[in-house]
């Protein structure tokens, strides 16, 4: 039953430069498998254009309409798009073959290759398979359950960041016409730890730079962030700052491919030259030591006055106390934290010291630590410092992930909404909504397992792999009454169910969505508050499926019936009745469907980028003192980093192949530093299981199987791929404040893998699910 087997697994040298050709050799490659020829040339020049689709790979800003490429995507914007728009169906007959339990011995990878889901099925109590349903009775049943509930909070709303303005809207409309604000989202575990500083910083959560300041920018730093991988098109605005002058600082234990040389497909110098070095400088910090190292730039630009005092004075607070924090950093415990030295660190602030204008960009690097919080607001207090916020070539950068994770937050998907925007659903619609706050992604698993919530509806993503500490949350879902997912693809949340389990397949971006009205269209909003329309060029994947919006409404309907006379059918019938909804309800979006249908779209206010106002409670940006958290690694152990592959979009594995880190085959590796790996009595090529350490308390956590790679990276610190390693983060080791889970800062130990089964050590393990493989290994402890 393997799709793959673990023994091809073969390791080369990292590589120096990303993209070129073999980006466009691999992007082709994969584009024709999945869809054949006609399909792949329909499908990716429409991509990104601005008639076109927008990618769902990323969150990146496309450039204006008139200076976009024929060719506007990446290799992995072009693996996404072969991932939905595939050939291939899983079809009831496909559903009536294979047993759940059958299912979900398969390995994510394995599951996705299955292919386009095309009916509606459910899982009756009980039952061993799942089997068709229809439409109706499906939203019948889900209404049924919703009713039958003691207390609208026992029902959780979860949204993966996939998902239309459109269909976003029409969502927590419902939810809070239901009765709760339980609108977890995968934000919550991605860049929720930004959303929180930023506001309290500067008053609004989001990045304050356009596409523009990019290009503009004197200094780029690029903190936490594998933009060759994740966002493949930033390589080519950071190309274009270089020829304008930027200089790039990268900041990361690693020294990925894609922060060292750029090779533009776009270009002959990319195809067959030497392409564009991007970072010219590299600081290989130790992983959570970017706090540190923050607080020991600022204390050089205060020694130095590299400081724009008159911006200090007009709108910010704070800065006396921060001056003296600082001022006051202890040099040891910097050195210590980042594992930089001081020439490094200052060769560092030196940099910013001669820039005018600095773009900061950061990523799950920074947002996944348990001080994520702290160390983004030492981020805003340096932007800060030197009037880097509403001035051109400046500014802060947090790059998104999922493409419209950041429109999902500005239509309402948030437990913890202003009350501001409460207030607008309540004049739009004639109800009061709750007004208490709902739970996030971590504080819903704890309900589930607490037996305080019963109902689980996903809109997108992949709830039970993408969350830490998969042991717990499996079993906290299989608690369920009932897990709704709707869905393209096949993924294991809907293999660890409730008692009633329902698959609802969905339209995706790249389809065409008729309803009655004719043809419809959706917006979505980039890392850069862009906003603008998309419509999908493909004949959907089965005539059964319907648009997450049809199915939100008829779940509404069968719910709600004709509560507060809210006209679920006029917004499925026709986009442009929840567009009007949208303009009167959410902040900045006055004459949305005028604005967002031209050509490009339009930007959302943003009051500091805009004007320098910042909407605080003192009506100042807010300097904030935060102490140097250091994580303690005991002995014998490493702080390990869950990150992707090349080959990966969270948790859909496209393929086992993460070229620049020079990883073919498989997965199931842990990279580690030469010297680590023989202090701790191993050598390169060994296989170990992975055992987390975690205090508070005794569960074992761990993940078998990795094969040992030595690899450049900091004394002390390992990674591993997401999610194979999730089942190792605790669930409730989470960032202060934002309660983000530390999917970077996993303290571990590595044990040999001496009592697995000899095809657990060479082969298969992808084919093994963690969560099975860890009943296998009560391990003895075995400390170095
Ligand atoms: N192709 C593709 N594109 C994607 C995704 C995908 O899976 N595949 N996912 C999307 C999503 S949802 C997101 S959120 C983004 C994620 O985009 P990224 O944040 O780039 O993703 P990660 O792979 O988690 O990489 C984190 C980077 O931070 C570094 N890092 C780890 N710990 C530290 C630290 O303590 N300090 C510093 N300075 N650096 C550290 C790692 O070495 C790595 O380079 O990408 C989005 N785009
Ligand atoms: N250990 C560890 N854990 C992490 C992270 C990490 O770095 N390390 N990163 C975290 C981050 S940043 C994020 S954002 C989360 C991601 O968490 P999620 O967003 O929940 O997960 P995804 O893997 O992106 O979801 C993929 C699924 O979405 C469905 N899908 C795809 N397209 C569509 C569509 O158009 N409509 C609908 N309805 N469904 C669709 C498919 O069925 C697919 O299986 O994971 C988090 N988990
Ligand atoms: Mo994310």
Known sequence: MSDYDEADLHIEKPKTHAAGPVAVAVSMKRALGHMGAVRTAKTLLDLNQAEGFDCMSCAWPDPDPGHRHAAEFCENGAKAVAEEATTTRATPEFFARHSIAELDARSEHWLGQQ?????????????THYEPIEWDDAFRLIGDELNSLASPDEALFYTSGRASNEAAFVYQLFARAFGTNNLPDCSNMCHESTSFALQETIGIGKASVTLDDVYDAELIILAGQNPGTNHPRMLSALEKAKQNGAKIISINPLREAGLLNFKNPQ???????????????????????DLALFQAIGSLLLKWDSIDHEFVESYTAGFDEWREHVASVDWNVVTDATGLTVQQITKAAEMLRDSKATVFCWAMGLTQHRNAVATIKEVTNLALAQGNIGKRGAGLLPVRGHSNVQGDRTMGIWERVPELFLDAIESEFGFDPPRKHGLDTIDSIRAMRDGKAHFFLGLGGNFAQATPDSEVTFEALRRMRMTVHISTKINRSHLVTGDIALILPTLGRTEKDVQKSGPQWISVEDSTCSVHSSRGPLKPASEYLRSEIAILTGIAEATLGDRYGIDWRAMREDYRNIRTHIARVVSGCDGYEVNVRRPGGFILPHPPRDSRKFETPSGKAEFTSSPIDVLHVPDGHLLLQTLRSHDQFNTTIYGLSDRYRGIEGGRRVVFVHREDIAALGYRDGDF??????????????????????????????????YPETNPLVPLDSTATDSNCPTSKSVVIQLVPAGTTTAVDNHGHQDEMRSDEVH????QPHHLS
Do not use: Q
Not at 775 to 778: D, E, L
């Open 267 to 289: 270009t002959a110098r990319g195809m067959v030259g030497p392409g564009t070095d991007l970072s010219d400088y590299h600081l290989p910090i130790k992983i959570n030591g």
């Open 775 to 778: 009943k296998k290994h009560p």
């Open 115 to 127: 292919g386009r889901i095309t009916h509606p099925m459910v899982r009756l109590p009980g039952a």
């Open 688 to 721: 170990v299981d992975l055992v987390t350490k975690w205090d508070d308390d005794d569960i074992d956590r761990s993940a078998s199987n990795f094969r040992i790679v030595e690899y450049d990276t900091p004394r002390g610190c390992a990674a591993a791929y």
